[in-house]
T-cell receptor, first 113, second 112 residues
Framework: DAGITQSPRYKITETGRQVTLMCHQT?????MFWYRQDLGHGLRLIYY???????DKGEVPDGYVVSRSKTENFPLTLESATRSQTSVYFC????????????FGEGSWLTVV | GNSVTQMEGPVTLSEEAFLTINCTYT??????LFWYVQYPGEGLQLLLK?????DKGSNKGFEATYRKETTSFHLEKGSVQVSDSAVYFC???????????FGTGTQLKVEL
């Protein structure tokens, strides 16, 4: 039972570079999410997807791009990384029903220098 | 909009002490409420949840009751262990979409 896997787990990149964080889930869950975790802010939603080819902005979408061509994959791209995007990024998934458990990946630690 | 307020940490307790972490919320509609736990270097794991008023979620000795009248979902455990040291997040979802709104997290440290 692989669940949700994120890659890379750790990444250091330079300002201005493009970075893609990968997320893969094995449950065929309808919903997928990207959150970032920062001290003092808890977790904030960046983007989410209700199904393949359907994505929508969350609370803090600026500077990020997502796609979902297949149900199981939901990559997050930082088109031109900035230091303020240094954070821990969590991918998550859930079934469609309201109140269903949301399952999280182990996180991707990104440092932008 | 939706928001979740948690007590600030860190909370430091001795082993076998009683734990309460306060959580209150504001929400449109009828939220489902969750407690997630994050151990050092790991992702978030669901600890417990409640989907309607007066429901009690429980798991691993932790409990929380959905109180609509006080808009609260306080986390309690009767006797904490060192292994409970982690960051605890209160969260809610409303309507469809399962988009979680999180509190800022409360760090718990349990000492021998």
């Amino acid at each position: 039972d692989a669940g949700i896997t994120q890659s890379p787990r750790y990444k250091i990149t330079e300002t201005g570079r493009q970075v893609t964080l990968m997320c893969h889930q094995t449950w065929s869950h309808s919903y997928m999410f990207w959150y970032r975790q920062d001290l003092g802010h808890g977790l904030r939603l960046i983007y989410y997807s209700a199904a393949a080819d359907i994505t929508d902005k969350g609370e803090v979408p600026d500077g990020y791009v997502v796609s979902r061509s297949k149900t199981e994959n939901f990559p997050l791209t930082l088109e031109s990384a900035t230091r303020s995007q240094t954070s821990v990024y969590f991918c998550a998934s859930s079934e469609w029903s309201s109140g269903n458990t949301i399952y999280f990946g182990e996180g991707s630690w990104l440092t932008v220098v | 909009g939706n928001s979740v307020t948690q007590m600030e940490g860190p909370v430091t307790l001795s082993e076998e002490a009683f734990l309460t972490i306060n959580c209150t919320y504001t929400a449109t509609g009828y939220p489902s409420l969750f407690w997630y736990v994050q151990y050092p270097g790991e992702g978030l794991q669901l600890l417990l949840k409640a989907t309607k008023a007066d429901d009690k979620g429980s798991n691993k000795g932790f409990e929380a009751t959905y109180r609509k009248e006080t808009t609260s979902f306080h986390l309690e455990k009767g006797s904490v262990q060192v292994s409970d040291s982690a960051v605890y997040f209160c969260a809610l979802t409303t309507g469809g979409g399962n988009k979680l709104t999180f509190g800022t997290g409360t760090q718990l440290k349990v000492e021998l």
